[in-house]
């Protein structure tokens, strides 16, 4: 497809559970980023890549979370044990450009985990 | 860091009408400014931005301004449409390649009554 791709679209794990989700960018795009969204909020910024070098992680909430992006194209953001608190979509988008500053941002739709 | 404060978080409006949505700020050396739409189920897309070189930019019904010295810029959206129903968020970033992430607002519900 031409747009970036999120799998799972849904996911509900039991606390303690492990998950992990998938973001397919826009084929050649050099930056990617994991954003999270929580229910009537603004997404909030969780880590960036520059092809497969994660150059800021500022924004990962704790040392549960962990995203890889190993050949610069399909990323992956693990959450260990997770906690109710981890309840969001998870947004991932794509851009052409080395930066937010000179790229348009094409999000995906959306992991949305549920954390029982 | 940045913080960027958006309101109002709903809006009303009726169809024809014009909407404006303000957004404030913090970080003077923060000079791109977008917006994104994001529909029910979906992730947000850009819709308009603008930089800090510019005070108002225009696409069709769409307009964005920025006061760089209040620190403010607001988008206004005229003749209202059904499809303009959405959340809007006004977001912030810096040039820094080390810092290069958007700030989003918290959102404007923004409704369109027919």
């Known amino acids: 497809g031409a747009g970036v791709s999120q799998s799972p679209r849904y996911k509900v794990a039991k606390r303690g559970q492990d998950v992990a989700l998938r973001c397919d960018p826009i084929?050649?795009?050099?930056?990617l980023f994991w954003y999270q969204q929580a229910l009537g909020q603004g997404p909030e910024f969780l880590t960036y890549f520059q092809n497969e070098a994660q150059l800021d992680k500022s924004g990962l909430p704790s040392d549960r979370f962990f995203a890889e992006r190993p050949e610069g194209s399909v990323s992956t953001l693990k959450i260990q044990r997770t906690q109710q608190e981890d309840s969001a979509v998870y947004l991932c988008?794509?851009?052409?450009?080395?930066?937010?500053?000179?790229?348009?941002?094409?999000f995906g739709e959306g992991s949305r985990l549920t954390v029982l | 860091g940045e913080n960027v404060e958006q309101h109002p978080s709903t809006l009303s409006v009726q169809e024809g009408d014009s909407a404006v949505i303000k957004c404030t700020y913090s970080?003077?050396?923060?000079?791109?400014f977008p917006w994104y739409k994001q529909e029910l189920g979906k992730g947000p897309q850009l819709i308009i931005d603008i930089r800090s070189n510019v005070g108002e930019k225009k696409d069709q019904r769409i307009a964005v301004t920025l006061n760089k010295t209040a620190k403010h810029f607001s988008l206004h959206i005229t003749e209202t449409q059904p499809e303009d129903s959405a959340v809007y968020f006004c977001a912030a970033t810096q040039p820094y390649s080390s810092a290069s992430k958007i700030i989003f607002g918290s959102g404007t519900r923004l409704s369109i009554r027919p």
């Open positions: 988008a794509s851009s052409l450009e080395t930066s937010a500053y000179t790229g348009e941002l094409f």
């Open positions: 084929s050649g795009h050099v930056s």
């Open positions: 970080d003077s050396a923060s000079n791109y």
